[in-house]
Structure formats: C-alpha cells, structure tokens
C-alpha cells in the first residue's frame, strides 16, 4: 500500500446549508443561568467554522441567539481537525485519519476545557473533556551522538503550599531541572535562571513595554552562549514550539506561555485545568474525539452551517457592517448574506482580506493587522507497519534544521485499533510529524523545505527523524516500516516557483502585541474572534481561539444590552507570592531603574 499526498475534493459549487435539528431540550439544560433571557431570536453570522467560529456559536447558541456558521471548507474544525485520506479504506474500515499537524491540550488551558466539557458524548460524564489523555513525558532527541533528554511531565506531587514560594525556590528548582535535563555549563545554566527571574518578577508594564521589544534571543545572551545552550533553550523552546526564531521571538509572550504557564507553572501544577498534567492529547483522531461531537451538539442547538462558503468582503455602510458578500469557493453562486450581529472568525490572513477601505476607516485597529505576520506549522503523517510509540509524548529534535516535532498516535488511542479500524489493515500507528521551519536547508538535499517537491519534503523530513531517534546506535525508524504519508492539501506549489499554504500560523516576533485587535470593533454589530485577538494567553493556540471568541461574545452581549449571562474568561495564572514584587518592579520601571534581578 502507498499513500501519497491527495487533494481533498472541492465538492459543491453553491454552499451547502446543514440546519440545525432543534435541539431545544438539550439546549435548555446546557445553558448557563440567566442564558434564557437572552432568548430574542436575534440572528448572528459567524464567519469561519475554526475552534473560535464553533466556540462563539455554541455560547451565543446557548444564549438563545439564531447562528449561522459560514465555512470556507466542507468540514468544520479548521486545522484543528483531522480529515480521511481519501481510497485508503478495505474491508469495512474507515480511511487512515489524517490532520493539519498534531493537537496537545497543554494543562494550562482552562478557557478551551471548559467548552469541551459542555459537549456531551455518550459514556462521558464530562463530555469532550473526558476524551484527553496525558502524555507522560517529552524526548528532546539529539543527533550526532549527543544523548538524548528524557523530561518527565508530571505534575510534581510535592510543592510548597501556595504563598510560600520564593525566588530563591524557584532558582533552584530550575536549576535542579536544566542539571539533570540538559548538559549546559554551570555557569549557563545560572544565568538562565536568573533571567527567568527577571522575567517572573517583571510588571505588566516592564513586560508590555520593555521585554514585548526584546527578542528572546537577545533577553537570554543564546549568542554569547555554547551550542547546547543556543539549541535547547534559544530554538527548542520558540521555533520547534510556536514556529517563531528564537532570534525574533517576542520574550513577553515566550517568557510568559511557553516558560512561565506551560513548564514551571504547569510542572508545580498551578493555575491548571483541575488535576491537569503538563501535556493533554485526544485518545482519538480529532475530529473523532471533538470536532464531530462538537458538530452534532450544535446542531442540538439550533445552529446551521453554510460550507463551502468562501467570505469575499464585509460589507459596510451608516456606521453598521449591512451584510457579507460570500460566494461558493470557485467564486461562483455570489450573494450577501445578512444577520443582526457578525462575528468574524476568520485566521488574520483570510479576514483583514475581507476588511474594506471604508471597514478599515471606522476602526484603525482593523489596518494594524496588516503587520501581523503568519508562517507555515504543517505536518507530515507516516503510516507505520509497526507501532512506534518511541516515548508516552511529544518528541522534539532539537538539532533538525526543519525545527521537527512529533508524536506516535496509536499509544494514546486505546479505544482505536489501527489494522482493525483503518485502511487496508495493515498500518499499525501514524507518526504525526510538524516542519516548524520551511526556510532552512535539510541534509539530504540541501533545499529548504518549500524548495522541494512534495516527495522530497517527505523524504527530507523522513530523514531527520531518523537522524534524531536513530543514533547511538540504535534503530527507532526503519524504511521497511513505512507504508506511505499523507500531508495536508493545504499546500500546494511546493517546489515551484509559488509555494502555498492556505492554513499558516500566527507567530510572535517583537512587537506583534500592539498589533493585536480586540475582540469589541467600533463598529457597533462586528467583533473579532480568533487566535490573532489580543487575549490574555497571548499566544496563537486553540486556547486563544477559545478565548477570544467568549471575549467577542461578550462584546456582543454588551452592545445588545443582554441580561444573560457573561462568559467566564479565565487568564493565565498569576503567583500570589510575586505581586509584591511586581508591585517593586513597577516603580523601579516608572523611575527607568532596570528590574531587581536584572544584573546585566
């Protein structure tokens, strides 16, 4: 068997309408107190069917609002859910699942987990969310002999309660971690702690105004420093995470998510998604464990979808956004498309597409999304004869130059069973693999990766997963084992002179969070839902979809003058026993005196 690259089919040429089935029991029990006020058969347009289109609609839906989710693709989910690889079923089973690039449901989301709970699924007593499943521990795999870092990501069982951590604490738990997880010199592995601590105890506006123009490159000295120091704790913790360089990475936002929430408060178990480990994943493909459940609640509640609806401008006029003119993807079947309210949840690179000159005049921060920059997160699945689990996680190939991230499915999918479910039987699990990095050369041909075809991403990519898992003499990935790979049609003209990626990333470099919009607009019946709103996670996750589509719904519950119910915005956790140096820091940064423990 070989499975090669497939076009998903294009299908309808006018856009197809799923209504709802009136649900109205079901949606009466799921909404929040107070939701039944709200009851007034205003109609809302959602524009896009991505994890911040479907949140908002379930919230307005349970709020008793009449919403129409417009969807560019046939499928919901956006790249968060997976897709059948077309004729690859026999036999009765279903198509090898396939995805845009892998999910994990870090602990510290609470906004997302909360909507997930709220999907029923038959068994589950917390519906969605009972579908997670921890991973135990992360391989950071090193090539060339170096050996590789195995890093549990359990929770720790034993912490000081809180209100007793101190800096002096938390140095030396870093260190203690960076002495038995890495091979860094001594005195690299304490200047990094210490910047860390610069970073903990640093104000709002220190982070906003001073460390939001620092890269993260630079606020951690990775020039001056060893390799090893560079590649773990400069590129493993931007570009192989969030598709950003070390080198332009904003350190507000790598400082405060991915260092802060997601590894030291995530490891001590603060401010998590109750008894959350570190790393979540679905113990299914996606859209089998959520999007599809997530589709049929919906439809619960009364929400339809129009698929196959390309959104072409928002049309505005008198001050009030008057409809959307939307087509069928081949630009055929055009029409206006009118609500009440719309909210636009389209990824930046699709909407501000959409945002007219006179749109643009009535908000400025509509033109500042210009600046937001998008790059390529997209994998690459390997259909395996053999299960492969290689660690219970995520693996990082710290020294790949496509900055490659993976995961072995088949472990964490105890109710699926390859051979007897998917394909022709023969595939026993799927290595899901991300290129974070399309713009570097690979060691096989010497091409970065959207200079190759197809083909040879697949070939180069191969590769450098054997060059990470295959050292020291060890065999992990064998050639015989591959059955075939499949890669999101997203994109195309790779190898050309016109590479294309319809699904790309938001990423990070200094700077981008005074670009970000707010979910509320001026214009009175238009707010903005999607991972580019600027939340308080700050970072382009599901989790920041999430909340941004309640911070839009909230938006739109304002200017309706709703009494139902605000949605609960949950933040990023904020340690109790850093306030009151914060609070120093905050006068020190008023006064242009540098942090406490910034020692240059």
Known sequence: MTTEHIQQPEGHTRRRFLAGTGGVAGALALWPAG??????????????GGVSGLSAAQELAERGYAVTVHEYYDALGGKARSMPVPGTAAGGRADLPAEHGFRFFPGFYRNLPDTMRRIPVPGNAHGVHDNLVSGTEALFARSGGRPDLHFPLRRATTVPPLGTLTPSWIRDQILSVLDLGTRLPAHEAAYFADRLLVHLTSCDAR????WEKVAWWDFIRAQEMSEEYRTVLGVGQTRNLVATRAEVASTRTVGRVIIEALLLWGLLGRGMDGDADVDRVLNAPTSEAWIDPWERHLRSLGVEFALGTQVREILYAGGRVTGVRVSARDGGDERTVTADHYVCALPVEHARVTWGPALRAADPQLARCDALRTDWMTG???????????VHGHINCLDSPWSVTAVGQAQFWPGRDFPRDYGDGQARDCLSAIISEWDKPGILYGKTAKECTKDEIVAELWAQLKDGLNDAGKTTLADED????????????VGGPDPRNREQLLIHPTGT??????????????????????????????????ESARLAVNALLDADNSDAERCEVWELFRPPEM????????????LGLPNTFDLG
Not at 207 to 210: A, P
Not at 482 to 492: C, E, H, N, S, Y
Not at 526 to 542: C, E, I, K, P, S
Not at 579 to 590: C, M, T
């Open 513 to 546: 969070l005074y670009n970000r919009p707010s979910a509320r607009t001026k214009v009175p019946n238009l707010f903005l839902a999607g991972d580019y709103v600027r939340t308080d996670v700050d970072l382009a996750t599901m989790e920041g979809a999430n």
């Open 380 to 390: 690459v699945m390997f259909y395996l004869r053999t299960p492969k689990p290689v």
């Open 482 to 493: 591959r059955l075939g790979w499949f890669m999101d049609p997203a994109v195309t003209g």
């Open 207 to 210: 982070r906003e105004g001073q």
């Open 579 to 590: 306030e009151p140096l914060k609070r120093v820091d905050e006068v020190r940064y008023r």
């Open 35 to 48: 939701g039944a006020h709200a009851a007034s058969g205003k109609r809302v347009a959602v524009l896009g």
